[in-house]
């Protein structure tokens, strides 16, 4: 007599459960509402202004303010007035832009439940999972409600996120605990299947209950914060320059009112007090610009981090492969056959050498693909036959690639159904595949009453005297099959069964005495545009790296066939195996590794970052979670990933497609150069400010500019047109270049010099002007007003890397609706008499262009300098970055 399994396996006749009908759950949808925790109350517009007011930057301008009407110029207090109006605005507008983005993202990277409705299984949001919904689950999947177990098969739960627990708990409903039959939502399935009814969603399960009790504010990103600190800096710096033009003002006998309201309008001209609203902007752009290249951003320091990868730490399957396994050859003890067709279409020939193959030699073939089709938890889907279908016409498959890849074989072979095959052997009892035996054994009813032990697995955990109860030259044939095999880049299966009249209590004490059928090979080509996507990696700094769970000498055959290595020579991968003897020394010397488990994986990331280096880590499974936390950047796959590592991720790839990955790094360079663009350009103005107020003087300019006039040209030039800066085009050859240090200054590789010289060259030019009209008798304060708001926005046209293009013509415009507002600032009355400017004649105003065009050459001439000095990429991998430090790296650098 057989015990009686301690579980129920799915596939059951007592596990179909039917689940709601489609209109019962639309009905209690409404009643109960959306699966969705309390969720983030919004922001209220009054919460956001005072947030751009507390800026320790607008704090300056509000200063001034209160400063003017104290002394009763209310006129220079109206103009700063509109300085905090316009900045508040524009920054109050891209952070509501950016939070609608970032909204956007989470809602299509929302994540998704398995549901049984009317008896058939679907995928639905789980914000639509509903009470009584069926949960069909499965490893890897996050619990998205509460609920109760019906059926498990070796089911373990990590609930670490609930109870702080490290060890995963075993699930059954037939256990004496009550709890053991319990799920929470969010927990995590580890390992096994099971089937549960859903009894409390949202705010009512005990993750709802937890989300009421927490307050989660957004943080600032890293390059935020030290952005912040950069500001802080330029404020105590430029305030104390302004200090200086105050005394000096003094020593000439300008009055104390004067001098203050001026020096205070300087100190707020020369710090660019727009930079929060241009970093929001550019984060936000950046975010939105990667969703529509199929990059999701679930954090948005990550866009900025992107520009900085060095290392691409890549998995295989379905990221360098097509991920849609075929079984090409198959292998028994009586011959082999190939098998054609592509993808998991069920239809080919199966075929010895150049002929169909006969029924004879069909038939140990079908018993071996039997036995794969019944130790198997996949399922084929057809294509669609809706014809507006959004599907692209295809067959696809419901669970592991290669499990559905023995389904599609099994179909061409002309094998029983699956469901006709699991209705005629119905499993009742399993042992699921994991990382460690890398095996998978299912037990079966057979027609006539007895058992059928069916095992599937990697060659080396099978071809075992003690599994099979064959042979040694038998077994040695078959490994060496397998090997050869292996070598011509194909995943390898061995399937192995027996017929019991009775199994032990522990499906795994059945592995043992069973007969070979054979080995089935089947391969996942490598995607077209692999080697090339791995080659621009290299062109832009980037080290390629492939960690993968297959046999060391697939993992060689598609590393030389994408251009990771320069042969397949097996030699050149590492194996897991080695990693544990510490045979390894340098892990960061090595391109290939092969069966790698989590914590491996983990290591090989954490060396890269001892080292320096910031890691992009790429994974869809949930042994990949872990690597992909710690990595700087954590990228998964949308469509094939489980919610464990899209949750884990960073960045998730709705194409699933390791080019968008590159794309993505590219607009996180184009982020931070547009961030450091405005930098330069602002920090040049505002420094050429300063220089004006204290040279002048000593040229015989007594009050260069009034307090209005420096406070007009902040605001048409840190105004609309800074922050137009922040959506600037890519620039050529940002993907040829080494990637920035994640330790550079905000204002390093040479930012400052240039800073430096566009500053010398905008006061040089402006003061010229002024000398030259008041040399002439013309009204000079006005020229060199004219002129240094022109050469600051040539200096914003000289820094674009794109003259002409058709890209962000947003700037353009609001350079020339600042050159307006210039004008307007000099010929209507209204501004001349709030400015204190007066009407300037053709030769004046060619000074001031003279002037505008002076920047713009500057600017020109400044890149032109930056590009000598940035380093491009000339060789396959980056040196070594040094060090970060003796305490190691730190979590996601900016």
């Known amino acids: ?212 009790m927490l307050d989660t504010r957004p943080e600032p990103t890293p390059l935020q914060r030290r952005l912040a600190a950069l500001g802080r800096v330029l404020a105590v710096v430029t305030l104390a320059l302004c200090l200086v033009v105050f005394v000096l003002g003094l020593l000439r006998g300008t009055s104390p009112a004067t001098m203050a309201v001026t020096a205070i309008s300087l100190a707020v001209a020369a710090v660019p007090e727009s930079l929060p609203a241009v970093v929001t902007l550019a984060l936000a752009l950046g975010a939105r610009r990667m969703a529509a290249r199929h990059a999701l951003v679930r954090r948005l320091s990550a866009v900025e981090t992107l520009g900085s990868v060095t290392v691409l730490a890549t998995d295989k399957t379905g990221t360098l492969t097509e991920g849609r396994m075929v079984v090409e050859h198959v292998w028994t003890p009586a011959g082999e056959v190939s098998l054609t067709g592509a993808g998991y279409e069920p239809t080919g020939e199966v075929r010895v050498e150049d002929r ?158 069973l007969r070979l059928l054979g080995l089935a090979a089947l391969a996942d080509p490598p995607k077209a545009a692999a080697a090339g996507t791995l080659a621009d990696c290299r062109a832009a700094g980037i080290t390629p790296v492939l960690i993968t769970g297959d046999h060391p000498a697939t993992a060689s055959a598609i590393a030389g066939r994408v251009g990771l290595i320069t042969g397949a020579d097996p030699r050149e991968v590492v194996t897991g195996q080695a990693l544990t003897a510490g045979q390894v020394p340098d892990l960061t010397d090595v391109r290939v590794f092969a069966r790698t488990d989590p914590k491996q994986k983990l290591d090989i990331v954490q060396a890269w970052r001892a080292r320096g280096h910031v890691t992009a880590m790429t994974g869809d499974g949930v042994n990949d979670g872990p690597a992909l936390r710690q990595a700087d950047i954590g990228v998964a796959m949308g469509r094939r990933g489980t919610e464990v590592a899209r949750q884990a991720a960073d960045l998730v790839l709705t194409d699933d497609e390791l080019s968008t990955v590159v794309s993505a790094v590219e607009e996180g360079r184009r982020v931070y150069d547009n961030i450091r663009r405005f930098l330069l350009y602002g920090l040049a103005g505002g420094a050429a400010e300063i220089l004006v107020m204290l040279l002048g003087p000593l040229l015989g300019l007594p009050l260069p500019l009034r307090a209005g006039q420096i406070l007009w040209i902040n605001l048409l030039t840190h105004g609309l047109t800074g922050v137009a800066m922040g959506a600037e085009p890519v620039a050529k050859g940002t993907m040829r270049r080494a990637p920035r240090p994640p330790d550079q200054h905000v204002l390093g590789d040479g930012l400052w010099q240039r800073l430096l010289f566009l500053a010398l060259v905008v006061t040089a030019g402006s003061l010229t002007a002024a000398l030259v009209a008041r040399a002439t008798a013309a009204p000079w304060q006005s020229v060199l007003f004219l002129s240094l708001l022109l050469a600051q926005l040539g200096v914003v046209l000289g820094l674009r890397d794109r003259l002409l293009t058709r890209e962000n013509l947003f700037l353009p415009a609001a350079v020339a609706a600042s050159a307006g507002l210039a004008a307007a600032a000099l010929y209507l009355p209204a501004l001349r008499t709030l400015l204190g400017t007066v009407p300037l004649g053709w030769r004046e105003v060619a000074l001031a262009l003279a002037g505008a065009g002076l920047g713009f050459l500057a600017a020109r001439l400044s890149g032109r300098l930056g590009e000598l000095s940035t380093p491009r990429r000339k060789h396959a991998d980056p040196a070594p970055a040094p060090p970060r430090g003796p305490d190691g790296p730190s979590h996601r650098p900016s």
């Open 1 to 212: 007599m057989r015990s009686a399994p301690t579980h129920a396996a799915p596939g059951t006749a007592r596990e179909r459960l039917q689940g709601l009908a489609d209109d019962q759950a639309a009905h209690r949808l409404a009643a109960h509402g959306p699966n969705v925790v309390t969720a983030q109350r919004a922001v209220p517009l009054h919460s956001r202004v005072f947030a751009q007011l507390r800026d320790p930057l607008i704090m300056v301008l509000l200063g001034a303010i209160a400063l003017t009407l104290a002394i009763g110029d209310y006129t220079d207090s109206a103009v700063i007035a509109l300085v905090v109006l316009v900045n508040t605005t524009v920054g109050v507008v891209q952070e509501v832009r950016a939070d609608h983005a970032v909204a956007a993202l989470s809602a299509m990277s929302a994540p998704t439940a398995r549901v049984r409705r009317g008896g058939v299984d679907k995928e639905v949001p789980s914000t639509d999972v509903v009470p009584d919904d069926v949960l069909v689950l499965s490893e890897g999947d996050i619990v998205p409600a509460d609920a109760r177990l019906v059926h498990a098969a070796a089911l373990l739960i990590d609930e670490s996120m609930l109870t702080g627990e490290s060890v995963p708990v075993d699930k059954s409903p037939q256990s004496e605990r009550p709890e053991e039959a319990v799920l929470r939502a969010g927990t995590i399935v580890v390992r096994g299947r099971g089937t549960a009814r859903v009894t409390a969603t949202g705010a009512d399960s005990a993750l709802g209950r937890i989300a009421r």
């Open 356 to 513: 169909a193959a006969r029924s004879e030699e069909l038939r140990p073939i079908r018993g071996l693909l039997t036995v794969a089709a019944l130790c198997n938890d996949a399922e084929l889907r057809p294509p669609a036959p809706v014809p507006h279908s959004s599907g692209d016409g295809r067959w696809t498959a419901i669970g592991d690639p290669t499990e559905a890849a023995l389904l599609t074989a099994a179909a061409k072979a002309g094998c029983l159904e699956q469901q006709e095959l699991r209705a005629r052997c119905p499993r009742t009892d399993e042992e699921p595949f994991d990382s460690v035996r890398k095996r998978m054994t299912t037990v079966h009813d057979t027609p006539d009453g007895r058992l059928l032990v069916c095992l599937k697995g990697a060659p080396e955990a099978v071809l075992d005297p003690v599994v099979l109860n064959e042979p040694l030259p038998l077994l040695q044939s078959a490994r060496g099959e397998a090997a050869a095999l292996a070598a011509q880049g194909f995943r390898v299966l061995a399937v192995a069964s027996a017929e019991r009249g009775d199994v032990p209590s522990r499906v795994t004490d059945a592995e043992a005495g």
